[in-house]
């Protein structure tokens, strides 16, 4: 990565293209960091070499995103300092054997498993097309009467608190049982749970029927911890790195894996950790997207109940690459949606192990 | 319809047309089926005389989708097995005649029925915008407190129990009672009903009030007529021709319109029989189309309460063709939704009539 | 605005321009109205040089929204009677010091407030992508235990009794009392309430409990002040000129401000007056966008607790340029929710007041 110095690029007839671009030797053309995007720029000579752009572009399909003049632009360029440097491709390797997201996205397609979801009112219908354009069969069911019976023939169980109420927690309860009982994983949001002594109740008696995996905001991870968080509505209001050791505490008490989402998401099961780089700053934006990521962590724990861990890892690095290849098709948050579903049902093994930036932490 | 030769077309050059455009016979290319789509093949001399094609595809309106080199993958080109032969125009000419899905657009755009839709919670909002863009007035209205109030002041009702609960059961018994006392048509959506006890015992109440319409997939119409279906979660596990006997039983019954959707969707009233061609392999990507489909069945039968399978046809072929038509500009699941809704929308009697493909079975 | 005369323009080769453009005196083309849309038509040569036309658009970013041959239909280009004329640079200018949509666009952005919704499934994830596009905190929290404690930290409140039943609307009023007490604004939006006894009665408890502001269509507003109103369904059957004087007694009557939305929508306090201008005719096609502009007049209330009458024309402002932005994008009603979502997220204040057209009514 190079910073660029005045005078180094004509900066007014930059060229700029944004996308999740590997670092490649064949590219005619720098690339640099901005707005928490990769950003190639290019001098005012390889524009007019635009043939050897769009070679080298056809070359790595999701480049293919957006070209377009910098417009001056470019005179903020610098890495911000919340962006981790890119992984050498050795390191990245070592990453993708150890968690293997590709080979659990190829499996999952080959075998869609049923995905028992009790989520909020927000987030049932972008939650069902994400497992639906991921590869997996969704089924959302939460009356008490019925909880518990779909809860053992599911694959995995996800259970929301997001729009919670007595006779839904009653169904909640009902499912996590069956779903302990019957040896299958189950997922954990435990959305604002700070927020009410009605929300901190049942948050304390779901805890009680071992969740498999937990994911939450850091705001959420540091409260269900213990600690003091900033949070108060829905959204979070503290940094993933604040809550890296909530969630080592989290993981430990609960026997958990526990997954902090955000800028960089970081995942623990109390001795491994990893971190996810991707996504897009337009994610917070759209709504459920987080309770969406929860359904699918969901599904990943379906193909692998024995290894939440790298289920959640693999499920986080599908989410990211999907957010990244996205973002550059997006206009904004509404566009982004349609994007972001036609980018995880495009997705394939190869394309996410290429893309998916994972490390151990 | 023809199928290539090798030798018969230069692959490599061949022009690419997707969508569901008629066999017209001053159309400069051959058509042939791909991937269940029509698809207009041209010989790289076409490609040349490019003006020809444009000016052709301006005189269809529905051609102007997707113009793109077909890069080898014209290899594979071949009728596959589960696609129908089109009709040839005269019988499809008598199949539209018989059913009018056109007239009985055209009137449902003059007078907006008020459909009364107690669905699920996934399905709330795009089943609303389905009613929308078809021209419907939709009220999704569920409390038992209001329900059959408002059911005798709808032109229909749909229930759909995808998100089942005792209230919710509540709301939708005193729902069809009223509409069967008043004489409102209803339609019954037995979503995953064979999943749990809860639910087959739900659903016999429901049949017992007398739906004027059924609408499942596969599974869920073989296990309503008692039969063995693959059905586990929500979606369907076998095929649509597999349903066709239970649909016939089942119609025969209850005294019911039963419609089987699905690749190629099938209606039956016990005695006439309809096969609905058109749609697409994005649709079952997207969640709850069908329950969407549902409340369109109900806005139909609106219309023609007295012929529930004219309607029930008639919704069918309008979902299908809009389906078609929002296909050949979608990338994906995601970008399907709302170019579905844009379809629907732009859709006009003459436009569904010559593309709906409606023959009796 | 010029009317167009017969042989005026050639109008087979007109130019059409839509969107929310200025009156700008460098603009080479003339400016009229049609369907509710102000559209450029221009000469046959303005076409030829259409360097000149780009150029002035590249001025006017508002206006790079379709560039397309009228295709004859300018024949019908009238301004027709329902849509008023535009205003004046200085009546405009009068307007935005009075109510200062931008200035409360600014600081919802700069400090985003919490919003609790209570609002129908239907609205639930609209509801919430326009409170993030637009920059609040969305927070849906509907049960009895919990609402009242989450009402009195929340900036403001909304309640939409869409799709109401017994528990939601316990939980209603434990949050529209907890609001009122902790001196927080709630917003009421009565939808159907006429339709029902239940419903009836909902919204007379919910009147009590003394909502700071009212929104309905116009067919919710007479019927509320005791009108005579054609509503059946959810849809209005009446236009917003008929409810102004509901809207006024209702107003008094309750110390609310009350706003009717529909082509021009009428806010007022029971003294001052306001109608707004905007939007699009594909906003009716979307269902639960009436919802979500309750929940937005809830955000802009939280920013100013102490001026609802202020907040709610702000509100009403920002959706409506956002429509108008977003029309220009959309093939259909589809299309238009992304493309809505995506101009609320784009929008800023200076775009804002120089394209927001609010009057003293």
Chains 1, 2, 3 share one sequence.
């Not at 969740?211 to 905001?217: A, E, K, L, Q, S």
């Not at 001795?271 to 997207?289: F, H, K, Y």
């Amino acid at each position: 990565m190079q910073e660029p110095e005045p005078g180094d690029v004509d900066f007014d007839a930059a060229l700029l293209l944004q996308g999740p671009f590997p670092t490649s030797p064949g590219s005619p053309c720098d690339i640099h960091f901005m707005d928490d995007r990769r950003v190639l720029l290019c001098e005012k000579k390889a524009m007019r070499d635009r043939g050897a752009l769009e070679r080298w572009a056809e070359k790595y399909p999701l480049n293919l995103n957006r070209i377009m003049l910098a417009e001056g632009v470019a005179r903020d360029v610098s890495p911000p300092a919340s962006v981790p440097a890119p992984f050498s491709p050795i390191e990245r390797r070592t990453m993708q054997d150890q968690t293997l997201p590709g080979i659990l996205l190829s499996e999952l397609r080959a075998q869609p498993p049923l995905v028992h979801c009790i989520t909020n009112f927000v987030a049932m219908n972008i939650a069902a097309n994400v497992l639906l354009a991921a590869g997996a069969s969704p089924a959302m069911v939460h009356a008490e009467e019925e909880a518990g019976e779909f809860a053992a023939i599911a694959g995995a169980l996800t259970i929301n608190i997001g729009t919670l109420s007595s006779s839904w927690l009653r169904g909640m309860e009902a499912a996590a049982l069956a779903a302990s009982q019957s040896g299958k994983p189950w997922v954990l949001d435990p959305v604002a749970h700070y927020a009410t002594l009605f929300r901190r109740a049942a948050v304390d008696r779901l805890l009680e029927l071992g969740p498999t995996v937990i994911r939450g905001n850091a705001s959420e991870i540091i409260a269900l911890a213990g600690g003091e968080s900033r949070g108060q509505g829905v959204d979070s209001r503290d940094e993933v790195e604040q809550a890296e050791e909530s969630a080592r505490l989290l993981a430990r008490t609960h026997g958990a894996t526990v997954a902090v989402t955000g800028v960089v998401d970081f995942v623990t099961d109390g001795e491994r950790t990893a971190r996810i780089e991707g996504g897009s700053p337009l994610m917070p934006q759209v709504t459920a997207l987080g309770c969406s990521l929860t359904c699918l962590v969901g599904a990943f724990t379906a193909i692998r109940p024995a290894a939440p861990f790298e289920a959640t890892v693999a499920a986080l690095a599908t989410f990211a690459v999907a957010g990244e290849m996205a973002a550059s098709r997006a206009d904004g948050p509404g566009s982004f949606s349609p994007a972001f579903l036609d980018a995880l049902a495009a997705l394939d093994a190869p394309l996410l192990d290429r893309h998916a930036r994972v490390r151990s932490a």
